[in-house]
């Protein structure tokens, strides 16, 4: 009785390749869907904070009668201090911020309107513009 060797049970190399490929295709998928979530959270956390400060200056607004040139946890009663900080800690403003605001019509501190902008990845700029334009 001969046995013949070159029958043995086990995967060619050729199978084996097209798994790989197969899994890292699968990989870079996963790895590109996660990398754009997490860019869409951050986008909206964004969004968030600038509409926390639009609703904390309009209320200053209705109290003052004018908005602030600037502003901070203090000026802003009531605003989460984590709302003033971008995603990488920097506050409005601040060299390579993503957050910044532009008062307009100040005369001394006290200003007419002004501008909320937060720079986003996933799409153009957010932008919040003051109730009362001047």
Excluded at 21 to 36: C, K, T
Excluded at 66 to 85: C, M, N, R, S, V
Aim: net charge neutral; aromatic share 10%; glycine share 6%.
């Amino acid at each position: 009785m001969k046995k013949n060797l070159s029958k043995q049970a086990g995967f060619t190399i050729i199978e084996l390749m097209v798994v790989i490929v197969f899994l890292s295709a699968l990989s870079a998928i996963a790895l590109i869907n996660i990398r754009g979530i997490r860019a869409e959270n951050r986008d909206a956390e964004r969004k968030g904070d600038i509409n926390a400060v639009f609703f904390q200056l309009e209320t200053f607004h209705q109290t003052n009668g004018y908005y602030p040139e600037a502003f901070d946890a203090k000026t802003l009663k009531g605003i989460d201090p984590a709302a003033l900080k971008d995603t990488v800690g920097l506050t409005f403003n601040e060299d390579g911020s993503q957050y910044h605001y532009r008062a307009r019509g100040c005369n001394e501190t006290k200003c007419k309107s002004y501008e909320l902008t937060a720079d986003l990845e996933k799409e153009a700029p957010f932008i919040k513009q003051s109730l009362i334009q001047s």
